[in-house]
């Protein structure tokens, strides 16, 4: 079976300062793994992807995540927050053998960047 | 990018009336949809899933008579909220998947608010 734990629900940072957003996985083989933004009352925007590669990510809006199988870990970080960054967060992962099937969602982090 | 169409955004019915919510894939075919459920300050559960021409696979604990998903087309999915009550207000968010879009497929809908008064 297929799980994704963020340890955080909420995560507060000051404007400027870096972030870390946390998660984890489990899956039976390798994983795709995928960050995504929800905005209040909206669906969900794609920030980045590790597909294959590189195990560092860099996605949309100065995100980037690094792949690290021994920790089974996606850690979403960013250089320096901005207050319009404050969001929910989920990340998400899929068995790259599972065929067509949904991805499998973490309960969400919500970031807080407070000016 | 492969784009996700969901409709309407926001909805408010009284309890026992119906409510169709439409997911359409703009430029892409979309054999499999899938249709979430988010409950406030929660992640995104699954409900079903939906593929083109046939019945859709609903979860556990999800009820098909009540949740009625149609999926008749490439590029048309839908929910319907049959007779629906208070309890099903939600969040409802439906996605494709695509392939060969930068995304590695998975894109969503907007979402739709519903709120049975």
């Known amino acids: 079976a297929q799980s994704v734990a963020q340890p955080e629900d909420q995560v507060k940072v000051a404007e400027g300062n870096p972030l870390t957003v946390k998660c984890t996985y489990s899956v039976s083989g390798n994983p795709y793994l995928f960050w995504y933004v929800q905005y209040p009352n909206r669906g969900l925007q794609f920030l980045l992807k590790?597909?294959?590669?590189?195990?560092l990510v860099k996605g949309s809006y100065g995100f980037e995540a690094e792949f690290n199988k021994s920790q089974t870990s996606f850690h979403l970080k960013k250089p320096s927050a901005l207050v319009s960054d404050s969001a929910l967060y989920f990340c998400?992962?899929?068995?790259?053998?599972?065929?067509?099937?949904?991805?499998?969602f973490g309960k969400g982090t919500r970031l807080s960047v407070i000016a | 990018g492969a784009v996700v169409s969901q409709h309407p955004s926001r909805v408010i019915c009284k309890s026992g009336t119906s409510v169709k919510i439409e997911c359409r894939s703009l430029d892409f075919q979309a054999t499999t949809m899938f249709w979430y459920r988010q409950f406030p300050k929660q992640s995104l559960m699954l409900m079903a899933t939906?593929?083109?021409?046939?019945?859709?696979?609903?979860e556990q604990g999800v009820e098909k008579d009540k949740f009625l998903i149609n999926h008749a087309s490439l590029t048309l999915s839908t929910l319907t909220v049959t007779s629906a009550h208070p309890e099903d207000s939600s969040f409802y968010i439906c996605?494709?998947?695509?392939?060969?879009?930068?995304?590695?497929?998975?894109?969503f809908g907007s979402g739709t608010r519903l709120t049975v008064v």
């Open positions: 996605s494709a998947r695509a392939t060969g879009a930068g995304n590695y497929g998975y894109t």
């Open positions: 939906s593929n083109e021409g046939s019945k859709a696979t609903y």
């Open positions: 998400a992962v899929r068995d790259v053998n599972s065929g067509n099937t949904p991805l499998v």
């Open positions: 590790y597909i294959t590669g590189d195990n």
